[in-house]
């Protein structure tokens, strides 16, 4: 990686971790996840999960705690868009995550990331939800955690650098990490 980009990996809900806990997962698995990347070192931990339906009460309050003692966790407001439907120029209806979960949160970005004509997603721009001020993407959100000062909210949208081989990112399964 290039200087002053951090180390990333991605953990995977992979076919290993699926067959050993069934999705949709317990939120105390979410929390258990947390946890463990507290205790390996993680700068940030960012959850591309929708956390807006509340599930058990117990779950969801571990959850809600171990985000809350992290303060390093980055949730997603997901757009629930289908784009086929939707009208040219219509805001995103995004779901946000549940306020106990929120509140702790180090940010909260957008997952949006819209199809160009010729079938390339080459950007994540903010999103605006009806009533919000608006969202950063996602990524941006998250290397903004991870890099305290960073202003990486520079351009209207984030870039997405299509130069870098695949495989550059490591990934890790849930199950190794729990």
Same mark, same amino acid.
């Given at each position: 990686?290039?200087?002053?980009?951090?180390?990333?990996?991605?953990?995977?809900?992979?076919?290993?971790?699926?067959?050993?806990?069934?999705?949709?997962?317990?939120?105390?698995?979410?929390?258990?996840?947390?946890?463990?990347?507290?205790?390996?070192?993680?700068?940030?931990?960012?959850?591309?999960?929708?956390?807006?339906?509340?599930?058990?009460?117990?779950?969801?309050?571990?959850?809600?705690?171990?985000?809350?003692?992290?303060?390093?966790?980055?949730?997603?407001?997901? !757009?629930?868009?289908?784009?086929?439907?939707?009208? #040219?120029? @219509?805001? *995103? %209806?995004?779901?946000?995550? =549940?306020?106990? +979960? /929120?509140?702790?949160?180090?940010?909260?970005?957008?997952?949006?990331?819209?199809? !160009?004509?010729?079938?390339?997603?080459?950007?994540? #721009?903010? @999103?605006? *939800? %009806?009533?919000?001020?608006? =969202?950063?993407? +996602? /990524?941006?959100?998250?290397?903004?955690?991870?890099?305290?000062?960073?202003?990486?909210?520079?351009?209207?949208?984030?870039?997405?650098?299509?130069? @870098?081989?695949?495989?550059?990112?490591?990934?890790?399964?849930?199950?190794?990490?729990?």
């Amino acid at each position: 990686l290039p200087i002053g980009v951090p180390d990333v990996a991605i953990v995977a809900i992979d076919q290993r971790s699926l067959r050993l806990w069934p999705w949709p997962w317990s939120r105390g698995l979410h929390a258990r996840i947390v946890d463990a990347l507290e205790r390996a070192g993680a700068v940030a931990t960012a959850f591309d999960v929708d956390f807006t339906p509340a599930r058990d009460g117990e779950g969801d309050a571990a959850v809600a705690a171990a985000i809350a003692r992290s303060g390093r966790v980055v949730l997603a407001a997901v !757009d629930v868009r289908d784009e086929a439907a939707a009208q #040219p120029g @219509a805001r *995103p %209806e995004l779901t946000l995550p =549940l306020a106990a +979960f /929120a509140s702790g949160a180090a940010g909260i970005g957008s997952v949006m990331l819209p199809i !160009d004509p010729d079938g390339v997603i080459r950007r994540a #721009p903010p @999103a605006v *939800p %009806e009533g919000e001020v608006g =969202l950063r993407p +996602f /990524a941006q959100v998250a290397l903004e955690t991870a890099v305290p000062g960073l202003d990486a909210a520079r351009a209207a949208s984030t870039r997405i650098d299509h130069r @870098a081989p695949w495989g550059a990112v490591a990934v890790i399964s849930a199950a190794d990490v729990v």
